[in-house]
């Protein structure tokens, strides 16, 4: 609950104002009754006319209309607080999670982070909503209710007096076993929009494979345990509710039975029964209100803790001082100085094969290079032999167990993450188009000119598709991209890292959906009009890397070869087979 505090203490002044005035509306709520038994036992018995029930009546009208505009005005309050608080959450939430390190983001999950910004923030939102207004309203009307009926008989508000105390320990008690339940519930969540996400994120390959009954398995597997752990939570939690009726409704029928023989022996008056009565729906309210607040507060307590996980996370990969850098072995643009890196690893120890007893296979081993400024390097290698992992360890993403990198003469964690990443203009493997505009999708926010956005289409050879679309550089893209072919997307995004012309250049596998001839024109734009930019090029084909002035050949996280194409076509047995392979499916 500390989350809740901490951003709804700017407006603790509107919250006491809502606090006053339902306080304020439940108190005329109150009255009413009493004012009832007031009107029947005493005004009309001693009225000699109409005018004192008339003006009483007239009291309880304005009382009636008191109370409903207030709880109006306390209610409107109380959202604006609600919405205003869970936008500021939502806000930092995002906020986090945009800066989070890779580690954090493997550890957390695309699909739980998305849970948590979605239904653990609706879940808080509707407790701070709640607590403002029910969350006053439930014990006034409870404590209330019991304190105007022991004004007003003492033997019937004994019998109130008894069962509300119990009543309160269930609900109290039922609510703390919950917090656990809605905290399973929420993780289940998690599972079921991973679900969701992969199926409908491969639509087509699972149209193409005619696997839609078995996605649909897949999907209901994890909705039928969500369901369960809903319903089991959703019990457990009602429980309070029938109990709590039978047990008022008990005392409601003693109230009966004991008020008509407290009447009949003149000990009573009519209008308190009656009083009564309706002071005792208002306890039930009361109760069954308390109820839903423990109820909303258990989920609210279980979001709110999901929600502090990802917010109060530390940020990792923060700039750290000059003397704690790594000294710089050389003035290239780009040096790995002996590095490994493992992705279940976060300590040397770990890398070591030291963690629980067993034996890792490493993502990186021991991998050095450099590459000069305005150089070019290539990067080849079987699937997951950790192309992808070193362009993550250049931008930072993650931090190596072992060694150093260094971006233009200084150690990458003595850069803040907005300087190292502006050098760079970067096509990851499985980029992303945003719904918007093509120009949106290439300059992205950033201080580009019109003149720039178009040099970097050309040059990406994206300018003449574009120019074939409906509105040009106005054309809307879709969702992910889907309006465009693979070939065309991965253009657009090339088109994005030219757009700011970067001193660093990293296409990974950028150009697998384009043509050869496409893919030689592309090179050949590279380098005549960014030819002073620091190249990376990771690649399934030989043909994209075989001009570069290095290439290194990676097998299983190790460095097996490295030189120009033709060194390596004498030196690596694995390159010339990749070569030659490739050579012969061409034909």
């Known amino acids: 609950m500390k989350l809740i505090w901490r951003y709804v203490r700017p407006y603790r002044r509107f919250i006491l104002a809502v606090m006053v005035i339902k306080l304020i509306g439940t108190g005329t709520d109150l009255l009413l009754p009493y004012v009832l038994e007031h009107l029947l036992d005493h005004v009309i018995p001693a009225a000699s006319d109409a005018w004192p029930v008339i003006a009483w009546g007239a009291v309880m009208l304005g009382l009636t209309l008191l109370t409903r505009i207030l709880n109006i005005t306390a209610n409107r309050m109380s959202v604006r607080v609600a919405k205003n608080s869970t936008y500021a959450i939502r806000r930092d939430l995002f906020h986090t999670a945009l800066n989070l390190s890779g580690r ?3 550890g957390v999950g695309l699909p739980s982070l998305i849970s948590r910004m979605t239904s653990d923030t609706y879940n808080v939102q509707n407790f701070v909503r709640m607590i403002q207004t029910m969350g006053i309203r439930a014990p006034i009307m409870l404590l209330g209710g019991i304190a105007i009926t022991l004004t007003m008989d003492t033997g019937l508000s004994m019998i109130l007096c008894i069962m509300a105390p119990i009543m309160i320990v269930l609900v109290c008690f039922v609510s703390w076993k919950g917090i656990p339940l809605y905290n399973e519930v929420q993780r289940r969540m998690d599972v079921l929009v991973r679900r969701m996400r992969e199926s409908i994120t491969g639509i087509r390959v699972v149209r193409a494979l005619s696997k839609e009954s078995y996605e649909e398995g897949r999907f209901g597997e994890a909705n039928t345990r969500m369901a369960r752990q809903e319903v089991k939570a959703g019990v457990i939690m009602s429980l309070p509710g029938p109990i709590v009726t039978l047990f008022l409704n008990i005392g409601l029928t003693l109230v009966v039975l004991v008020g008509a023989r407290r009447v009949n022996d003149g000990q009573t008056a009519p209008g308190v029964i009656l009083a009564f009565l309706t002071y005792f729906n208002m306890i039930l309210m009361g109760v069954m209100g308390l109820n839903r607040v423990f109820m909303m507060m258990s989920k609210a307590n279980a979001s709110a803790n999901r929600i502090c996980e990802v917010i109060d996370l ?19 643009a780009l040096i790995f100085d002996h590095v490994s890196f493992n992705y279940d690893a976060d300590s040397p120890e770990e890398m070591h094969g030291q963690f629980l007893g067993e034996e890792r296979r490493q993502c990186l081993k021991d991998i050095s290079f450099r590459v000069p400024k305005g150089g070019s390097l290539g990067i080849i290698g079987a699937t997951g032999s950790g192309k992808t992992t070193i362009i993550n360890l250049l931008m930072r993403f993650y931090d190596p167990q072992q060694g150093h990198v260094f971006v233009d003469g200084q150690d990458v964690r003595a850069y803040t993450r907005d300087d190292l990443h502006r050098k760079f203009g970067v096509v990851f493997q499985n980029d992303v188009i945003f719904a918007d505009t093509i120009r949106e999708n290439i300059t992205f ?52 890292a030219l757009a700011a012309r970067p001193e660093i250049l990293i296409l990974d596998d950028a150009s697998s959906a384009l043509d050869y001839r ?70």
């Not at 040009?472 to 065309?488: C, L, P």
């Open 445 to 496: 926010g950033r201080p580009v000119t019109e003149e720039g956005m178009v040099s970097a289409a050309q040059n990406a050879m994206a300018h003449s598709f574009i120019q074939n679309t409906p509105d040009a550089y106005d054309h809307k893209a879709a969702i992910r991209g889907a309006n465009f072919s693979g070939g065309q997307k991965q253009r657009l995004l090339i088109s994005r």
């Open 518 to 587: 496409t893919d030689a024109e592309l090179r050949r734009a590279i380098r005549e009009h960014h030819g002073e930019a620091t190249t990376v090029v990771i690649a399934q084909r030989v043909s994209s890397i075989l001009s570069l002035d290095e290439i290194i050949v990676l097998h299983e996280g190790e460095m097996i070869g490295r030189g120009t194409h033709a060194q390596l076509m004498e030196s690596c047995p694995e390159y010339r087979d990749i070569c030659l392979t490739q050579m012969k499916e061409g034909k």
């Open 314 to 332: 530390p940020e990792e990969l923060t700039p750290l001082p000059e003397d704690q850098c790594a000294e710089v072995p050389g003035d290239e």
């Open 104 to 106: 954090q983001m493997d």
